[in-house]
């Protein structure tokens, strides 16, 4: 059930047997959602953390007169709210954008398995500094990459994440999402969104359509976004020091 | 709640919008384009270029065009000086 999870979690360190059962353990229930369904929100007294298990969501705030900003995308395989066991309520808001399925880890299991398993404690907190780490980048994005080179780096990022899951390859992969919700990804109208789309397709880098993105030229993408993914921190986490 | 399709039209060409969304009614879609054109301008302003000649179409699931909005209406546009 948490496979996505282990593949995610072993893209950066080992994860022995022992703690795969104490992981898989800590599950005490899944379940479904409908898309466009925020199941956290803002202020809400949580007691337990969302492991997304497959589907798509994502981590918005918004302003009293509504306009939204998407500060993070989510893939099959995030601890999505493990923030929520420190923080107990959460300043912005969690919600589906795809049909997703999930599974509801209670904050006392977690605390278990910090005291029975230092090492996934570590873990839990490389986890949550990568969200951090993923935020400012989306935060260099925002402030200083122009449309065209914000939405390329935004198409990279999910490309090497989904990828880590096995949901993505170097052509491209699957993004049921509207123009609308990319625009609040990016700090754009949809309009802009959809320009910026078909600039990059003229340009015959990538195509997003019909929830698809094909990478025509990934190399050309990764450029024109200045994609570095270290701040993904694929290499060794060095969790065992 | 209306689907209403914002057409882009400007001098590099056309951008149809063949995803649309659902807007309260007319005047509503008005003011998203309205937003619309002042983000795409703005953009073009950190490169340095100011071109007006443009048009957002909104049009009904039909293709019906049911209303233009002009780059201009979007921005005052200044060039007189301040007099002393």
Same mark, same amino acid.
């Given at each position: 059930m948490i496979e996505r999870y282990l593949l995610k979690l072993r893209a950066r360190a080992e994860v022995s047997a022992e703690e795969e059962v104490a992981l898989r353990s800590a599950v005490s229930e899944t379940r479904t959602f409908p898309p466009d369904h925020v199941f956290v929100r803002r202020g809400q007294v949580l007691s337990h953390s969302t492991l997304l298990l497959d589907g798509l969501l994502c981590r918005f705030k918004d302003l009293s007169n509504g306009q939204r900003q998407i500060t993070e995308l989510h893939v099959a395989g995030? =601890?999505?709210?493990?923030?929520? =066991?420190?923080?107990?309520?959460?300043d912005h808001n969690l919600m589906t954008m795809t049909p997703c399925s999930v599974a509801l880890v209670p904050h006392t299991r977690i605390a278990e398995i910090v005291r029975a398993h230092p090492r996934l404690g570590r873990l839990f907190w490389f986890s949550t500094n990568l969200d951090a780490a993923i935020h400012r980048e989306w935060t260099l994005s925002l402030g200083r990459r122009s449309a065209i080179s914000r939405m390329a780096n935004l198409f990279c990022e999910l490309q090497v994440r989904l990828h880590i899951v096995g949901l993505a390859d170097q052509a491209g992969y699957d993004l049921p999402i509207t123009q609308e919700e990319l625009a609040e990804c990016l700090g754009l109208t949809a309009v802009h969104v959809n320009r910026t789309i078909k600039e990059l397709r003229d340009r015959n880098l990538v195509d997003f359509r019909g929830g698809r993105v094909r990478l025509i030229d990934l190399d050309g993408v990764q450029q024109i976004a200045d994609f570095d993914p270290a701040y993904l921190y694929l290499d060794d986490a060095q969790l065992e020091q | 709640m209306t689907r209403y399709y914002l057409h882009l039209h400007n001098r590099i060409g056309s951008v149809p919008d063949d995803e649309g969304a659902e807007i309260q009614n007319l005047d509503a879609a008005h003011e998203i384009a309205i937003a619309s054109i002042r983000d795409i301008l703005g953009e073009e302003v950190k490169k340095g270029r100011l071109d007006l000649f443009g048009r957002i179409d909104i049009a009904d699931a039909d293709g019906e065009i049911l209303r233009v909005v002009p780059f201009s209406a979007a921005v005052e546009l200044r060039l007189d000086e301040v007099k002393s």
């Open positions: 995030d =601890f999505a709210d493990l923030h929520s =066991f420190t923080l107990k309520r959460l | -």
